[in-house]
């Protein structure tokens, strides 16, 4: 049974940084694509990045582009996300979800939530 | 301002159908699958259908997605209280971004 587990959330001012975790089981994680989704409060979901299978290729959303860093450990079925110089506009609930071979994001984690604010 | 375009709500009696739309272009959903994804309230969201049209193990049939050009729309009949929830479509985009549309609220009356 396929299981993600984000943590690392919580407060944190702004301009500092916050590294986020996604410990995945249940599957072959080396297998696949895996993307970080944001979503704000009361609004919809905000595409973060995505990192290729063997971590040879990643992606970002302009907002977080030099900003965040998404990278992976096949050693320890671990995603994470480092977010640097972190904004208001950064406040959200931070999903890790896996993506199949047809790019549909079919498991998602429960989420982690971030709050940038002094 | 999101990059798919979806109706901020629909609604319609239990029982009923609904359909609910989502309008690209030809960087994401002219050449790429349509994913759609159902959001419970306070839930994470949760893949319903992939490859526009397929149902995941354990989506009931009442549910259904197409995809005709830069559109793509989902389909949900035999309402019930329990589809009350937020959709939101979803693909790939040639500028190498998974995009989202803004979502829908679906209210059963």
């Known amino acids: 049974q396929v299981h993600l587990v984000e943590s690392g959330g919580g407060v944190v001012q702004p301009g500092r940084s916050l590294r986020l975790s996604c410990a995945a089981s249940?599957?072959?994680?080396?297998?696949?694509?895996m993307h970080w989704v944001r979503q704000a409060p009361g609004k919809g979901l905000d595409w973060v990045a995505i990192?290729?299978?063997?971590?040879?290729?990643?992606y970002y959303a302009d907002s977080v582009k030099g900003r965040f860093t998404i990278s992976r450990d096949s050693s320890k079925n671990t995603l994470y996300l480092q977010m640097n110089s972190l904004r208001a506009e950064d406040t959200a609930v931070y999903y890790c979800?896996?993506?199949?071979?047809?790019?549909?994001?079919?498991?998602w984690g429960q989420g982690t939530l971030v709050t940038v604010s002094s | 301002q999101s990059v798919l375009t979806q109706p901020p709500s629909v609604s319609a009696a239990p029982g009923q159908k609904v359909t609910i739309s989502c309008s690209g272009s030809?960087?994401?959903?002219?050449?790429?699958?349509v994913s759609w994804y159902q959001q419970l309230p306070g839930a994470a969201p949760k893949l319903l259908i992939f490859?526009?049209?397929k149902r995941p193990s354990g989506i009931p049939d009442r549910f259904s997605g197409s995809k005709s050009g830069t559109s793509a729309t989902l389909g949900i009949t035999g309402l019930q209280t329990g589809d009350e929830a937020d959709y939101y479509c979803?693909?790939?985009?040639?500028?190498?971004?998974?995009?989202f549309g803004g979502g829908t609220k679906l209210t059963v009356l």
């Open positions: 979800a896996r993506e199949e071979s047809g790019q549909q994001l079919d498991y």
């Open positions: 249940g599957f072959t994680f080396s297998n696949y694509g």
């Open positions: 990192i290729w299978y063997d971590g040879s290729d990643k």
């Open positions: 030809s960087s994401n959903i002219g050449n790429n699958y």
């Open positions: 490859e526009n049209n």
């Open positions: 979803g693909t790939w985009d040639s500028r190498m971004s998974e995009v």
